[in-house]
């Protein structure tokens, strides 16, 4: 079994920035792919990276690159969403998931934290 817990999300205006954490345990992580995703309310939930945890390859969806960047700390079993100039937009429950696959798909990913919020203000 695996346990992601996410942490970091809150209150910021327009332009600001937050880190989010997820932390992983349960299981060894080397085949492992982490991802990010969001839900809006109303709205389904959307991809925003993942990172693969051997190799450290990244991916990002296309409204997200350039402002977002996900990292990872093997030693911790940490997973980070670094996220900068932040829109109105952005607010959403953002969730951290884990998987077997490279894929931006939801249904890829078996394993999923409880969500973190995060509201930005205009």
């Known amino acids: 079994q695996v346990q992601l817990v996410e942490s970091g999300g809150g209150f910021v205006q327009a332009g600001g920035s937050l880190r989010l954490s997820c932390d992983a345990s349960?299981?060894?992580?080397?085949?492992?792919?982490m991802g990010w995703f969001r839900q809006a309310p109303g709205k389904e939930r959307e991809f925003v990276a993942f990172i693969t945890w051997s190799t450290s390859t990244t991916y990002y969806a296309d409204s997200m690159m350039g402002r977002f960047t996900i990292s990872r700390d093997n030693y911790k079993n940490t997973v980070y969403l670094h996220m900068n100039s932040l829109k109105p937009e952005d607010t959403a429950v953002y969730y951290c998931?884990?998987?077997?696959?490279?894929?931006?798909?939801?249904?890829?990913?078996?394993?999923w934290g409880q969500g973190t919020q995060v509201t930005v203000s205009s």
């Open positions: 349960g299981r060894t992580f080397g085949t492992y792919v």
């Open positions: 998931a884990a998987g077997k696959l490279s894929s931006r798909a939801p249904e890829q990913y078996s394993y």
